[in-house]
C-alpha cells in the first residue's frame, strides 16, 4: 500500500476545514497557523471560547497531521488603544485559554510590532494611498456619509506627500493634542462598503501603554494592525466571527498593499464563522463592563455572567464548555442557542465527576420519638447512583434529631404528595421509614418542629406489607455541618437583552439569578471538603465549594445547574 501525502487530512467536518484541506491540497500552504487575538480591555466570555476552541483546536488537529511543519495557534494580544488595556485582563485571558485546555509557544502582541506598522504607514503615504486627515471626529462621521449615500472627500486628501510625512511623523514626536490628526487610507469615498471610505489607519492617544510604556503617543487602528500582524506572523488562515466579514476587503488591502514592500512570509486570508450567542445573557463587552464596574454583580468573575472566569467559579468545567462548542458546530449564519443546551452539557459531564451527598437548604427539624437519645448509628451510604460505574461510599451519622428539607413536609398535602404529612409514612435515604405523629408550631401557626416515630426493621429493606412510595434526604442535627448556599440562575429575566436605554438592560436582570441561603445543613463528610470540590447534592442540583468565600468553618456553595431544567418547566416549556 502506497503511503499517503503528508498534507492528506480527513474529510472536512464544517466549511472551515474543507477551505484548510483545499488549500493544503492545492500546495497554497504546508502548514497551519491560525491566531487567537483577544483584546486585553476585559475578560473573556463563553463567546470567546467557541473561537478558543476553533483555532488552538484546529492547530492541535492539523498539527497531529503536519508533524514538523509549525503548525499552531498564536496567542496574540490585540494592545492598539492603551486607553482600556491592562495586564490584569491579559493574565485573565491567559488563565482561561489554559483552563480550557489549550497551550501556546509563546505570547505575541500588536504592540511587538508597533516599528513596523509605522513603517508600513509611512510607505502607503510616499506610496500615495494614505494621508493626514485633520477633520474632527463628528466631521469625518459626518463626509463618510451613509448606506445609502456616497461620502465626500475630505479636504485634506489632496495633501502632498511631502506634508502628510511631515505631518505624521510631528504626530509621532508628540507635538499635537489627541484628536488633531488621524491617518486615513486613501480609497474610495463613494464604496458601497462603508469600512472602504478612507478608513483611520492611526490616531493620537497621549497614554501610557502597558507593553511599550510612554516610546508611542500615536496607536494604530485594529482594521491595519490585525492584518499586518497576521501578515508578519505567518498567520494562514485568519479566522474571525461574522461582525468582522465587512472588514475583510479592508483586510485584504492592506495585506495587498504591503506585500511586496513589507515581505510578508506568506498571504494570509480571513474568513468568518457564526459567534456563539445564548439567550438569557449578555456578551456585549460593554454591558459586562457596565455590570462590574457599577456593582450590579460581584466582579468579572460573579457566577452570574456569562465570562469563563464566572463560569469557572460557579463549577462549570471546561469538558462541558467544550463539549457545547463542539455540539454548536462552525456554520456560516448566526443563531442563539437555548442556555438549557449548556446545561445538558454540564449535567452530562458531571453526572460521571460529582460524587452524591446529602444537603438540607431549607432545614425543618424531625425528632424521632421511638429513637433512642443518646444512640448515633453510623450508616453506610454510595457515593455513586447505578448507573455510574463507579465505587465509593462514606459513612453518615443517624440520629435522633434530624434536618430534613421544609419542602419536603406539608400539613394538608394533595393527592399524590409522596412525601412527609401528618400520618404519611416515608424513607430516610440510606435509612429507616418514619411516620409523621406530630407537629409543633410557633405562635404564628409555622411549623417549627416534626414528631415521628420510626420502624427499627425497615434498615435497607421495605416495611413488610407497606408500600412506602416517598424516599426524603437528611441531615443528622448533631454532625450537620452550617453553611451559605448560592443559588444562581440566568442573568436575565428576558431571553435577549434590551437594545435600548441602560436602564431597560438594568432593569431586565433577573432578580432572582443570585438567591443567598444561610443555615443550611450538610452532610458531616463535607466537612473536609475543598474549594472547588463539586458534589451533586441529592434531589437540589450539582454545586461546587465556593474558591473564594469558602472557610474551613463557614462553607459557601455556589449551585452550578439544578438536576432538571427547572427554568423550562417554570416557563412552561
Known sequence: MSESPAHEVAKPSDFIREIINKDLEAGRHDKVVTRFPPEPNGFLHIGHAKSICL???????????????????????????????????????????????????????????????????????????????????????EYRGTVKSAGKNSPYRERSVEENLDLFRRMRK????????????KIDMANPNMKMRDPLLYRIRHARHHMTGDQWCIYPMYDFAHPISDAIEG?????????FENNRELYDWVVDELMEFAKFPTRPRQYEFARLNLNYTVMSKRRLLELVEGSHVRGWDDPRLPTLAGLRRRGYTPESIRDLCASVGVAKANSTVDMAQ????????????????MAVLNPLKLVIENYPDDKVEELEASYWPHDVPKEGSRMVPFSKE??????DFMLDPPKKYFRLAPGTEVR???????????????????????????????????????KVKGTIHWVSAAHAVDAEV????????????????????????????????????????????????????????YFINDEKDSKPDAPVYNRIVTLKDSWARSQGK
Not at 498567520?235 to 461582525?243: D, K
Not at 449548556?342 to 451527598?357: G, S, T
Open 55 to 141: 483555532n488552538f483546536g484546529l492547530a492541535k488537529e492539523y498539527s497531529k497531521r503536519l508533524p514538523g511543519t509549525g503548525t499552531d495557534c498564536h496567542l496574540r494580544f490585540d494592545d492598539t488603544d492603551p486607553t482600556k488595556e491592562d495586564t490584569l485582563f491579559e493574565e485573565s485571558i491567559q488563565a482561561d485559554v489554559r483552563w480550557l485546555g489549550f497551550e501556546w509557544k509563546q505570547i505575541y502582541h500588536a504592540s511587538d510590532y508597533f516599528e513596523r506598522l509605522y513603517e508600513c504607514a509611512e510607505h502607503l503615504i510616499e506610496a500615495g494611498k494614505a494621508y493626514v486627515c485633520s477633520l474632527s471626529d463628528p466631521e469625518i462621521r
Open 174 to 185: 508628540g507635538e499635537f493634542k489627541d484628536g488633531l490628526h488621524v491617518l486615513r487610507a
Open 235 to 243: 498567520i494562514t488562515h485568519s479566522i474571525c466571527t461574522l461582525e
Open 342 to 357: 449548556l446545561e445538558f452539557c454540564i449535567r452530562n459531564d458531571l453526572n460521571h465527576k460529582a460524587p452524591r451527598v
Open 402 to 407: 434530624i434536618f430534613i428539607d421544609r419542602d
Open 428 to 466: 430516610l435515604r440510606y435509612a429507616y421509614c418514619v411516620t409523621c405523629t406530630d407537629v409543633v408550631k410557633d405562635d404564628a401557626g409555622n411549623v417549627t418542629e416534626i414528631r415521628c416515630t420510626y420502624d427499627p426493621d425497615t434498615l435497607g429493606k421495605n416495611p413488610e406489607g407497606r
Open 486 to 541: 448560592r443559588l444562581y440562575d440566568r442573568l436575565l429575566s428576558q431571553e435577549a437583552p434590551p437594545t435600548g436605554k441602560d436602564s431597560e438592560f438594568l432593569n431586565a436582570i433577573n432578580p432572582d439569578a443570585l438567591v443567598v441561603l444561610t443555615g443550611c445543613k450538610l452532610e458531616r463528610s463535607l466537612a473536609d471538603a475543598k474549594p472547588q470540590d463539586r458534589f451533586q447534592f441529592e434531589r437540589q442540583g
